[in-house]
């Protein structure tokens, strides 16, 4: 083990007795679940059940959602699985909770100290761990080494940040790496950043492959949908889906004039719910009408924007839009979020500039004509606008939009096919 894995380790065995706090300062805070917080520390809050147990862990909402297509297939060809999936986020979970197949388990991932790292592997016992993406923990991907415990990562992201990171520590990275059993790149960037790290990586990767390509529609609600519909009536509907911290106000902003000129219906579903009533401060301070849907308040011919502040009705908002604005790409730092969402549902999206998270997704987008990147919140408008005013434009990109997100269908079997031989044997009578 290097000498800064060693002093890494030392460094976070010592933060442990700090982590409660830590916690609970987070969870003050909206950023931590406060019923569940043992988790994090490794205590798992449910029995481990009964033979080979697959775990599944992507760290927020859009990684561990790309594990689905996974787990289902693991339960339907070795239905004497059993499938754990962790994230690190409480919207995560929350939406884990209603899209996550039964009999599968839904636990937070341990912060990487020595301890609950230990804590939560005594406990689980995986036989095999599948990390999306690239939340690479030193202490955890270690600890899975020594109990020999095979590794994979799919649908690796690296990001030129990333890979300059690395590049401090390149023995390191390349050791953690050169760990997995399996690397399966999600695009051409990081593989070509995965590559660069020597041939220890490079003899672990397989094809490219991105989860984030898979996936069912968003459910549907068709009594609240019909609902909304009703009290909306003949008004055009814009969606904003997904949206943090100043791209509401931006979003806002932006299509003010729009919004009076159309008489159409901004409804703002933003990506944490907790914000909505800071949200509806900001929005109403700049002199909107705002109906607020956790409230129940009903929609009017008055109301400018519906600040839909729920969960799990994102595919209800999708299917009653004629118009989606996909968040996460306007401030800095988040990296958009996934408009294939939209695109399954027969969506176009318009987005903002950073797009770091979907940059191959997004590329493809605009190439076949179903996506549309704005600089700022003056160009926002411009395209909105211009959009409404030829219909149909917006009729022919939602049709590419459809079109392309039903061309990634062979995505699953690829990664069934690199993945299902590191998967364990079964083995009578093993139990927890």
């Not at 990171?165 to 059993?181: A, E, F, I, V």
């Not at 191959?360 to 990147?373: L, P």
């Not at 149909?392 to 990109?397: C, E, G, K, L, P």
């Amino acid at each position: 083990m290097s000498v800064w894995l060693n002093l890494y380790g030392l460094v976070m065995r010592g933060f442990h007795g700090f982590a409660p706090g830590l916690l609970r300062r987070r969870a003050a805070k909206g950023k931590e679940d406060v019923e569940r917080m043992q988790e994090r520390l490794g205590r798992a809050s449910v029995e481990r059940p009964n033979g080979r147990l697959i775990w599944f862990h992507g760290v927020s909402v859009g990684e561990s959602l790309s594990a689905i297509p996974l787990v289902n297939q693991l339960l339907t060809k070795h239905p004497d699985a059993q499938a754990l999936v962790t994230s690190a986020t409480t919207t995560s979970a929350e939406i884990l909770k209603m899209r996550l197949p039964v009999p599968a388990i839904h636990q937070y991932a341990p912060i990487d100290t020595p301890q609950a790292v230990s804590t939560f592997l005594d406990h689980w016992k995986p036989d095999l761990a599948v990390f999306i993406e690239s939340d690479i923990w030193p202490n955890l991907l270690t600890a899975l080494d020594r109990r020999h415990v095979p590794r994979l990562l799919l649908s690796a992201r690296i990001t030129e940040k990333t890979a300059r990171g690395w590049q401090r520590l390149p023995d390191t990275m390349r050791k953690l790496l050169s760990g997995y059993g399996l690397i399966m790149a999600q695009d051409s960037g990081s593989e070509q950043r995965l590559r660069a790290l020597g041939p220890e990586v490079v003899s672990r990767m397989g094809p490219l492959a991105n989860l984030k390509a898979l996936g069912a529609p968003l459910a549907d609600n068709a009594p609240e949908r019909g609902a909304v519909k009703a009290q909306v009536g003949d008004r055009l509907m814009v969606l904003a889906a997904s949206t943090h911290p100043t791209e509401e106000n931006l979003i806002a902003h932006a299509l003010r004039p729009v919004l009076k000129q159309t008489g159409a219906l901004l409804i703002m579903v933003p990506r944490h719910p907790i914000r909505a009533s800071d949200i509806r401060f900001d929005l109403e301070a700049l002199g909107f009408n705002v109906a607020q849907r956790s409230m129940a308040e009903p929609l009017t011919a008055q109301t400018d924007i519906y600040l839909a502040d729920t969960l799990g009705e994102l595919g209800v908002f999708f299917r009653l839009a004629d118009l989606v604005i996909m968040g996460g790409g306007f401030g800095q730092g988040v990296g958009g979020h996934n408009p294939l969402e939209a695109a399954r549902l027969g969506k176009a999206v318009i987005t903002g500039p950073d797009l770091s998270n979907w940059e191959g997704v997004y590329r493809d987008m605009f190439e076949a004509g179903c996506a549309f990147k704005v600089a700022n919140s003056d160009e926002l408008g411009f395209v909105t606008q211009t959009l409404f005013d030829t219909p149909q434009s917006i009729v022919d990109a939602n049709a590419r939009a459809l079109k392309l997100a039903e061309t990634d269908t062979d995505t699953l079997d690829l990664v069934w096919r690199h993945m299902a031989p590191f998967l364990p044997q079964q083995e009578d009578g093993h139990a927890a």
